[in-house]
C-alpha cells in the first residue's frame, strides 16, 4: 500500500493542539508552518481543539492557546470561535460521530472488540520485550464474532474496539519532507480505535477529523511517524484518500535533546512574559529547519508566507537557540514604533514596583526614554535593569561597594564640584544644560575625559556604566518633575556628598 495523494485541490491545512498545558515552542512551530503553507497557498488553515483527554484538558489551557496564536498573529478563517462547514472543531463535540464511525468498521469487519484485561495486556507486552519482540496486542480477540461481542458487552463485560490490522503487509508513503517510509504490519498491531470509556484514540479520531474536514496536508513533528501507517491503514478501511505527510524534525535543545523545561523557557507564554515581540518569535520559530532563501532571515509573516514551500523543509534536527532568538527580538526592538514600545515597557516597570498609576505625562515622558533603552536590549524584561539608575538610585547603595567608594574619595573634586554647580544653577538641566555644567566642572578641577565623566556618571547614576550621559541626565530631570520616585540631579549629588563624607568620618 503506498499513498500519493492528489495535490490539485486547494489547500486545507490544520493545527490541532491538545488543551493539556501551554502552547510549547515546538508545536507553535507546527502552527507557523501550517499557517504559513495555508497562506501562501491562498488555501485555508483550520484550528481544532483535541481535548478528549478529559482528565487534563481544561478550558483555561485552550484559552492561553488561542490567546497565544493570537498573538503571533496566526488567524484561522475556520475552526473554534469562528466555526465553518466542517464543525464542530473540538473533539469533544464530536463523541457521536466518533461513535457511528466505529460502529461502520465494526460492521465491515475492519475493526472488533477486545475483552483483554489490563493485566493480561501487561504481562504480554512484558514477555514480549524479556524475548526481544516488539509489544504489540497478539490478536487475542481477533475471532470473536461481532455478535457474541455484543451479548458479552450487553451482559456488563467492558471492551475497547480495536483495528483489525492486515498481517504481512507494506504501508508505505511518500512524506515531502523525508522521502518514501515504509512500515511493514508485522510491526504495527491491532491499535486501540476507541477505549472502554467510549472515548476515541488519538489515531482513530484524527483520521476522522482530517477526512471529513477535508485536510489536504498534515504537517506535524517527527513524533507522528509511527502514528502514520495506522492512519493510512484506517483511511484505507473507511475508503477515504489520505492527505499529505510532511513530518518535520523536532525543536532541540542545545544538547540536542527535545525542548524541555531544563533548557530553560519552553512555552510561547514563557517568551512572551520576557518581552520578546510576537514577529520576532514567529520569524525565529520559522527559521528553525527552514530558510527563506536569498540570504534573507529578517523577513515580516507575509513575505514568509510568500517563500514557504514544505519541499524546502529540513529533515535534520532544529535546535533552539535563544542567542540567536535575542539577535532577531533586537532587530524588531529597533523597528517597533515608539508609542508600541512604551505601551509594552510600561508592565515591566510596574512588574518592577517602580510606577503604579500611569498619567498621559507619564507615558510622554516614558516615551521619549524606552524607545532609546529599549534599542539597546535583547528582551523587554531587561528594561528595569537598564532604567536602573532613574527609578532606583540609592547613594548609600553605590557607595557599600568598596571600589566605587575608593574611585570617589579619588575624584573628590570632581564630586564636590558637581554637587556645587548643581546647587547654585538652574534645577532643571537638558542636554545642553549638562555639559555645560560638566565644562564648568573640567574648568574648575582640572580633570576631563574619563577622570571626568565616570565620577559625575558615579553621583548621578549610581551606576559605573549605561546610557550616555548626555542622555540620561536629561531624563533623570524630567523624571524627577514627573514621578515623585525619582530623584533629581541635585538631590543625588547632594546625596552622594554626605554620604561619602559620613564614611570618610567613619574610618577616621
Same mark, same amino acid.
Given at each position: 500500500m503506498t499513498t500519493t495523494p492528489s495535490a490539485a485541490r486547494p489547500m486545507r491545512l490544520r493545527f490541532a493542539p491538545s488543551p493539556t498545558g501551554q502552547l510549547h515552542v515546538g508545536n507553535a512551530r507546527t502552527a507557523i508552518f501550517n499557517w504559513l503553507l495555508a497562506k501562501g497557498s491562498g488555501g485555508t488553515f483550520i484550528l481544532r481543539i483535541e481535548d478528549t483527554d478529559r482528565e487534563r484538558s481544561t478550558a483555561a489551557s485552550e484559552h492561553a492557546i488561542l490567546d497565544d496564536l493570537r498573538w503571533m498573529g496566526l488567524d484561522w478563517s475556520e475552526g473554534v470561535e469562528v466555526g465553518g462547514a466542517c464543525g464542530p472543531y473540538r473533539q469533544t463535540e464530536r463523541l457521536d460521530l466518533y461513535r457511528d464511525k +466505529?460502529?461502520?468498521?465494526?460492521?465491515?469487519?475492519?475493526?472488533?472488540?477486545c475483552f483483554c484485561s489490563a493485566e493480561t495486556l501487561e504481562a504480554e507486552r512484558k514477555a514480549a520485550l524479556a *524475548?526481544?519482540?516488539?509489544?504489540?496486542? @497478539? !490478536? %487475542?480477540? @481477533?475471532h470473536i464474532t461481532l455478535e457474541d461481542a455484543r451479548r458479552r458487552r450487553d451482559a456488563g463485560e467492558t471492551a475497547v474496539i480495536r483495528l483489525r490490522v492486515p498481517e504481512a503487509r507494506d504501508v508505505a508513503f511518500d512524506d515531502v519532507v523525508r522521502g518514501t517510509v515504509t512500515f511493514n504490519t508485522a510491526v504495527i498491531g491491532d491499535p486501540v480505535l476507541v477505549r472502554s470509556d467510549g472515548i476515541p484514540a488519538y489515531n482513530f479520531?484524527?483520521? /476522522?477529523?482530517?477526512?471529513?474536514?477535508? /485536510?489536504?496536508?498534515?504537517? #506535524?513533528?517527527e513524533d507522528? /511517524?509511527? &502514528? %502514520?501507517? @495506522?492512519?493510512?491503514? $484506517?483511511?484505507? +478501511?473507511? !475508503?477515504? %484518500?489520505?492527505? +499529505?505527510? *510532511?513530518?518535520?524534525?523536532?525543536?532541540m535543545g542545545p544538547d540536542h535533546s527535545p525542548l524541555s523545561k531544563r533548557h530553560g523557557a519552553t512555552s510561547v507564554a514563557e517568551f512572551r512574559a520576557r518581552g520578546y515581540l510576537p514577529e520576532a518569535l514567529v520569524n525565529y $520559530?520559522?527559521?528553525i529547519g527552514w530558510s527563506p532563501g536569498e540570504g534573507q532571515e529578517l523577513l515580516p509573516l507575509d513575505e514568509l508566507a510568500r517563500r514557504f514551500r514544505l519541499d524546502t523543509v529540513g529533515h535534520s534536527a532544529g535546535v533552539f537557540d535563544e542567542e540567536k532568538l535575542a539577535w532577531v527580538n533586537r532587530h524588531y526592538l529597533k523597528q517597533a514604533a515608539p508609542a508600541r514600545l512604551t505601551g509594552l515597557g510600561v508592565r515591566f516597570l510596574r512588574q518592577a514596583g517602580w510606577i503604579d498609576q500611569v498619567t498621559g505625562e507619564d507615558i510622554a515622558f516614558l516615551?521619549? $526614554?524606552?524607545?532609546? %533603552?529599549?534599542?539597546?536590549?535583547d528582551r523587554l524584561e531587561q528594561l528595569p535593569g537598564r532604567l536602573a539608575f532613574l527609578f532606583d538610585y540609592s547613594a548609600e547603595r553605590t557607595?557599600? &561597594?568598596?571600589?566605587i567608594r575608593a574611585e570617589a574619595l579619588a575624584a573628590q573634586p570632581v564630586v564636590d564640584a558637581l554637587a556645587a554647580e548643581l546647587a547654585s544653577g538652574a534645577p532643571m538641566l537638558d542636554k545642553e544644560a549638562f555639559r555645560a555644567v560638566a565644562t564648568r566642572v573640567r574648568? #574648575?578641577?582640572?580633570?576631563? !575625559?574619563k577622570a571626568l565623566f565616570h565620577p559625575i556618571r558615579l553621583v548621578l547614576t549610581g551606576e559605573a556604566e549605561g546610557m550616555e550621559l548626555d542622555l540620561a541626565v536629561p531624563a533623570i530631570e524630567r523624571g524627577a518633575a514627573r514621578l515623585p520616585r525619582i530623584a533629581g540631579a541635585r538631590a543625588r549629588a547632594e546625596a552622594f556628598v554626605r554620604v561619602l563624607a559620613a564614611g570618610t568620618q567613619g574610618t577616621r
Open positions: +466505529a460502529d461502520e468498521l465494526l460492521e465491515a469487519g475492519h475493526a472488533y472488540f *524475548a526481544g519482540q516488539p509489544p504489540m496486542y @497478539r !490478536g %487475542t480477540c @481477533r479520531a484524527v483520521v /476522522i477529523d482530517d477526512a471529513l474536514m477535508d /485536510i489536504t496536508h498534515v504537517v #506535524r513533528g507522528h /511517524i509511527s &502514528n %502514520t501507517p @495506522r492512519q493510512l491503514l $484506517l483511511y484505507e +478501511a473507511f !475508503g477515504w %484518500t489520505p492527505p +499529505a505527510f *510532511a513530518h518535520v524534525s523536532l525543536v $520559530l520559522a527559521l516615551a521619549e $526614554l524606552v524607545p532609546v %533603552t529599549a534599542a539597546s536590549l557607595l557599600e &561597594n568598596a571600589a574648568e #574648575r578641577t582640572g580633570q576631563k !575625559g
